[in-house]
């Protein structure tokens, strides 16, 4: 198992970096339209594909797990996007929740605890 380098706590959620072992929760996610089309994403197709995309992701250091503290189960992902140049783009994130869960309630705790939890750096974020 890869260490963890990000971890943030709520009272409600955990948001920690993506690890290989998440790849069928993130499948879920990633092929669900409902979730990616107003995203403005395409779903992903097959398990494969998401693998090869969650492994890149990982690499990139820029997708995030939203962790329900209740259930341990992962309900969506934030993924840091970066410009034509591959440069983390620190003001454009992207978060999906699944709609079986609190959407709004838990999308305004996520974004409030990314925005108070730490400083984002290259190699990843670190939070104090």
């Known amino acids: 198992m890869m260490k963890e380098t990000m971890r943030i706590k709520t009272s409600n959620l955990l948001i920690r970096e993506m690890q290989m072992f998440d790849h069928r929760a993130f ?3 990633v092929s669900n339209p409902e979730l990616t089309v107003p995203a403005g994403e395409l779903p992903i197709k097959g398990v494969a594909n998401s693998m090869m995309l969650l ?8 997708l995030y797990a939203i962790v ?5 189960i992962i309900i969506g992902l934030i993924c840091i996007t970066k410009d034509i140049l591959g440069n983390e783009y620190l003001n454009n994130l992207g978060i999906i929740i699944d ?7 838990y999308t305004t705790e996520v974004i409030q605890a990314w925005l108070n939890g730490g400083e ?5 974020i670190t939070f104090h």
């Open 55 to 62: 492994h890149k992701m990982i690499c990139e250091k820029c």
């Open 99 to 105: 709609n079986n869960f609190g959407v709004e309630s």
């Open 27 to 29: 499948y879920k996610l």
């Open 68 to 72: 329900e503290s209740k259930t341990n």
């Open 120 to 124: 984002i750096n290259r190699g990843g």
